[in-house]
């Protein structure tokens, strides 16, 4: 039987059920609720779910305000561990930086969270939040229609909707079968993803900077680490074969001893790292957030922080809207996202571009820009002001003069 939805949203990961949530949490104009169905491929906890996997996501702390905002922190926060301090240093270089939390007035500088958690406490919240949950089910067609959009799913079952929101993630089939056009740069790096014990971390987090390319422990919960190491896809498919005592050594040759000894690794995962920014995110009542608008390189941790970003600004859209796939409503939309999205995908890609070249000018370029922000407190806020997901740089400590 055919069922119709005011917004049906394709993907169910962060951006698909962090949007979901807030939506059911706001309704339209009037406060009247939004009916809302979610399609996922998979349910929230299967091994093989590739949006609530074992990877660990540092949320900047303007992120952490947002999700309280829209009413997913509750779900969220007993998944999460602060980072009150960071560290970045460049391999064989001086320079060197660091951020204390104390120093911009806040509690923690983020919080890291573990998708493998977060996604069955998202989909719990969602279970009692009135939404309709199709899933594991597949979006296969759609055809849009002059007030709607025609659905139909694998398992043969057919859904209106008059907004359809793609939040399938960088392989999204709501972009492929809309047409809209995907500029994609893929870099010659993997990110090798895995979990660590370490002796008290402190809630501090590294990213140091190799010749291979970057490298993040992020501090969670029960004194573990989340490493996220950037290399060649050869080293990556190399490391992932090696007994946990050979990638332990190799590991720590690269990171050095500032934590101790790493005494044991979790599974080994790895990911091929690529730009993708689609070419317009909206289409006739239609919209893309999150990855299936634009993936970025995780050297800054920035890919949910920005999705997030798309979702904030479509559930403010909506909660002041009648017909939530109003042209005026998806056009304001994107005007509104182009910008964060022109300049967190442009930075990114800087960055990557920046920390992967091993040339002495570069090296060179890079420590002084981490010295001299490690010295001058105003650059280091713009850079902290980033990293917090905060527009126009982190407000100065009341202390501070
Ligand atoms: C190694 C690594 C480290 C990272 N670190 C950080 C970090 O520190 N901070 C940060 O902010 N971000 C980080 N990111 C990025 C972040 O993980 C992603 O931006 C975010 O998880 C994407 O969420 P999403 O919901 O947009 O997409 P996805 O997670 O890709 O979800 C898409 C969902 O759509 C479903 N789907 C796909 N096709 C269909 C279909 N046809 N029908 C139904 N369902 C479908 C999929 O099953 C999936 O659940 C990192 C990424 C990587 C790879």
Known sequence: ???????????????????????????????????????????????????????????????VRRLKTLGCWPAIQAHAAPIERIEVSDQGHFGGLAMASQEYGVEALGQVVELERVGPALWQQLAKSGVDCFSPDQLAELTQQNDQVALTLTSGQQLTARLVVGADGTHSKVREKLGLGLRRTPYPQTALIANLSARDHGATAYERFTAEGPLALLPMCDDRYSLVWVQSPEQAQRRLQLSEAQFLAELQQAFGYRLGRFTQVGQRASYPLALCKAERVIHHRCVLVGNA?????????????????????????????????????????????????????????????????????????????????????????????????????????????
Request: a positive charge; proline letters at 5%.
């Open 293 to 401: 608008a634009q993936t970025v390189h995780p050297i800054a941790g920035q890919g949910f922080n920005l999705g997030l970003r798309d979702v904030e600004v479509l559930a403010h859209l909506l909660s002041q809207a009648d017909d939530p796939g109003a042209f005026s409503l998806l056009a304001q939309y994107e005007q509104q996202r182009r910008n964060d999205r022109g300049r967190t995908t442009g930075w990114t890609d800087l960055l990557v571009r920046l920390f992967s070249n091993s040339s002495r000018v570069m090296a060179l370029g890079r420590n002084s820009g981490l010295l001299a922000m490690s010295l001058l407190p105003g650059l280091k806020r713009q850079l902290a002001g980033q990293a917090m997901g905060w527009r126009g740089g982190a407000p100065r400590h009341p202390q501070q003069k």
């Open 1 to 63: 039987m055919k069922q119709h939805y005011d917004i049906a949203i394709v993907g169910g990961a962060m951006a698909g059920a962090t949007l979901a949530l807030a939506l059911s949490a706001r309704g339209d104009r009037e406060g009247r609720p939004w009916r809302i169905a979610v399609i996922e491929a998979h349910t929230p906890e299967s091994q093989r779910h590739p949006g609530y996997d074992t990877r660990a996501i540092a949320l900047a702390e303007g992120s």
